[in-house]
């Protein structure tokens, strides 16, 4: 085999509106749309400065199969860019930019090659000598609900056998709950094809399934929500003589997000929250200083400032202020290093004994261990706060808000309820006791 250089990246999702995120300000908004425009800019920039051989993008390039025209132009820009540089493009698409989706009839450069809906075989050279060095099978989805286990539909080892084979799939490999099992299929599956590399594209966190012969997602190239924490970018892979890979991963983002905890236990006065909140805000600016970051931040633990949190107005507060300095600061410096707090979600609870409680034979004790029961099964239709939730359903907007909720979601407002419910039980308690 004969050593080369390529770029494995995925679900570029370009011009990803960040829609649904409230209270962004212009500049904030803009920087967050521009984002994944970077992102593919600065794939184009390390293509060309580590000279790789070509670059396997496999799916969902666009975020929608609405295809914005600012996406289009700024794809075909990059992979005129490339082309100039003589480095071939090679793209599936995926579930969220089908074939079938109405797009502008351009004319690729010609080093760049889009599969179809069937899979085809390519035999790829090396830049510097032209000898050939891979074969890539690919194949895009026609429309964009593909339920089918099109993996099996890619041949085996097509072409010459003694090059390596990669496999470009958009697909959810081992059943992933977190995305839609679009073209599911197996590790068995993808193993039986006899490939050296499966590049994949669909789930956005980044995985290595197995190694031999490998099976990759590289993850998005750019984070666009909570859900997708963490760096973001493309594999570099390095295939040596021996056919042995070796895998960089190298960061895209200039956006980051970050899921966070912050304490009340020590907290004495809000303005305790407040230090602690700012610490980690500097923390997270230190760890990431060349990009934006947008944080999460999960307010745990017991502590009397919970009563006081509990309506809102402290956080709500400080959501304004904090988010007012970063807006002033990426005005005057830039957002490097600038951290936007996305939202907070109070989980934390009043200084209760919810241990103590839940052994007691009295009502609180007896909500608190059915609360408890919920939170450990499925609130489905059956369980007594499905029931509860009924009538509830016949309003069009609570049923859209609950039945579009996330398990964890749910977990959440149940935890909060239950936290709200024995505090309220014990103030009456008290207020009885005290007029007894
Ligand atoms: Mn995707």
Redesign the pocket.
């Known amino acids: 085999m004969l050593p080369f250089r390529f770029i494995h990246a ?2 570029l ?1 370009l011009d990803s509106p960040f829609a649904g995120m409230s209270g962004l300000t212009d500049r904030v908004r803009k920087h967050l749309q521009q984002s994944t425009f970077i992102a593919l800019d600065r794939m184009v920039q390390l293509a060309v400065r580590e000279k790789v051989d070509f670059v396997v993008i496999s ?2 390039v666009y975020d929608s199969s609405n295809t914005s025209l600012r996406a289009q132009l700024r794809f075909m820009e990059a992979l005129e860019m490339l082309d100039r540089e003589h480095i071939p493009v090679f793209i599936i698409h ?3 930019d089908p074939l079938d989706s109405p797009r502008l009839a351009v004319t690729l450069p010609p080093l760049v090659h889009v599969f179809g809906p069937v899979p085809e075989s390519v035999t790829v050279v090396r830049r510097r000598d032209g000898q050939e060095v891979s074969v890539i099978t690919g194949m895009s989805y026609l429309t964009s609900k593909v339920k089918e286990n099109i993996s099996l539909r890619y041949n085996k080892k097509a072409g010459a056998s003694e090059l390596f084979h990669i496999g470009l799939l ?1 697909a959810n490999v081992d059943g992933n709950q977190e ?1 839609e099992t679009y073209a599911p299929c197996s590790k068995k599956d993808l193993n039986t094809a006899g490939y050296h590399y499966w590049a994949l ?2 789930i ?1 966190s980044r995985r290595t399934l197995q190694e031999s012969p490998y099976i990759v997602y590289p993850g ?1 190239i750019q984070g666009r929500n909570i859900r997708e924490t963490g760096p973001k970018g493309c594999y570099l892979v390095d295939v040596d003589e021996t056919g042995a890979v070796a895998m960089d991963f190298r960061e895209l983002d200039t956006v980051r997000w970050f899921d966070m905890e912050v304490s009340i236990g020590d907290c004495r006065h809000p303005e305790d929250l407040r230090l602690n909140v700012e610490r980690l805000l500097t923390d997270i600016s230190e760890s990431y200083t060349t990009g934006f970051s947008m944080v999460r931040i999960r307010i745990t633990g017991r502590g009397s400032i919970h009563r006081e949190l509990e309506d809102g107005f402290i956080l709500e507060d400080l959501l304004i202020d904090l988010r007012r300095k970063v807006d002033n600061q990426a005005g005057t410096v830039g957002f490097a290093g600038c951290v936007w707090v996305e939202s907070f979600c109070l989980s934390s609870g009043a200084e209760i004994q919810l241990e103590t409680l839940l052994q007691e034979d009295s009502f609180i004790g007896e909500l608190l261990r059915l609360a408890e029961t919920e939170l450990a099964g499925d609130i489905g239709s059956d369980s007594v706060i499905g029931h509860a939730l009924r009538p509830l359903m016949d309003q069009p907007e609570i049923r859209l808000l609950l039945t579009g909720s996330t398990r964890e979601e749910q977990r959440e407002w149940l935890r909060r309820a239950m936290e709200l419910t024995a505090l309220l039980l014990l103030d009456d308690q008290e207020a009885g006791g005290a007029s007894a």
Do not use: M, Q, V
């Open positions: 995925a679900d999702h799916g969902d995926g579930n969220h958009h995305h594209g669909h956005h998005n």
